[in-house]
């Protein structure tokens, strides 16, 4: 976002004190407080969609959230000179939440425990005709990219060392990756999405730290990818991304779950579908997927960072399973 696209502030009702820029958005300071400019490339009905969300989640009691800005014609997003689609955001004041701090952890689960008794709106799946995306499909459809890109590997010719120790890892993940769908297959309608359709649960779609601003309170930003879903794919999100840099602590996956239990008590069939979520080998297929769908004449050696950490971390997470859940 470059700084011609300030000139769309003038459709909004504020006067703006003065702009700084952020992470691909311009942060403004105006007579009503902080908003921040973003530019929006999705189609225009899930942007409807997540400003009734939002509004949703504040008239169900849940204040710390983010809400999208009406221009002063009604409208949820205008156009740059450059006919971009950009839109305006309330900006909660704080920092980005720590994964170090456990005291933000907690409160990280909490606020999520909160805001998921707030995402249900069985009227917008009617509306918008949503139909959630089943773990089995979801989990088939990676497992046919990842095939794909062992094709892909077997049949290049010269290799890089990053290419070469991808490719002696892959059956292993792939076998992994096929026995959890499996499965999950087999439990059938238990984890299947007809709840979610049944219920209108909506989850966060990207809850984690970068997405999470501390002061006093923990306030929830960029809902995105807010969508109909199991609300378990929030709260593996998050402790995934934790339990990846704490190397699997049995303890503090329990502490959390224990926080976010206490507010919003988690079924049997909630443990199953987190078991399943951290069973699949997702950050593999993360780190083929990036492979595959990035340039490949130059290969960062983070990629290589990343895939010798995660065959440290086999073990341990192995262990982080069998003493975390009791199927």
Not at 21 to 30: F, M, V, W
Not at 162 to 188: K, M, W
Request: glycine share 4%.
């Amino acid at each position: 976002m470059n700084d011609r696209s300030v000139s769309v502030l003038e459709n909004y009702d504020f006067e703006v004190i003065r702009t700084q820029k952020s992470r691909n958005a311009i942060l403004c300071e105006t007579n009503k407080g902080w908003y921040i400019l973003k530019e929006y490339k999705g189609p225009v009905f899930r942007l409807e969609m997540m400003a009734k969300v939002l509004e949703g989640v504040r008239q169900n009691g849940f204040t710390r959230a983010e809400q999208l800005l009406y221009t002063k014609e009604g409208a949820l997003f205008c156009c740059d000179q450059e006919q971009n689609r950009c839109i305006v955001k309330s900006w909660p004041q704080g920092r980005e939440c720590s994964l170090k701090d456990g005291q933000e952890c907690r409160d990280a689960m909490r606020t999520l425990a909160v805001l998921h008794s707030a995402l249900h709106f069985p009227q917008l799946q009617q509306e918008y005709g949503l139909h959630a995306v089943s773990l089995a499909e979801e989990y088939e459809k990676r497992n046919r990219e990842l095939r794909k890109v062992r094709r892909f590997l077997r049949e290049k010719g010269q290799k890089t060392t990053f290419e070469i120790n991808l490719q002696q890892t892959f059956d292993l993940f792939l076998e992994e990756a096929e026995r959890v769908t499996e499965d999950v297959r087999s439990y059938g309608s238990l984890l299947d999405a007809r709840e979610c359709e049944e219920s209108g649960s909506f989850c966060h779609g990207d809850y984690q730290h970068h997405n999470l601003l501390c002061q006093n309170t923990t306030s929830v930003i960029n809902f995105e990818k807010c969508a109909l879903d199991s609300q378990m794919r929030d709260l593996y999100l998050f402790l995934r991304k934790l339990l990846e840099k704490t190397n699997w602590s049995v303890p503090l996956a329990r502490g959390l779950l224990d926080v976010y239990g206490r507010i919003s008590p988690l079924s049997a069939v909630d443990y199953l579908q987190l078991y399943y979520r951290f069973a699949y080998p997702e950050k593999f297929w993360k780190i083929v997927n990036f492979y595959y769908n990035s340039r490949k004449v130059w290969i960062p050696g983070r990629h290589m960072e990343k895939l010798e950490r995660l065959l440290i971390q086999q073990g341990v997470k192995k262990a982080f399973l069998e003493q975390t859940f009791s199927l």
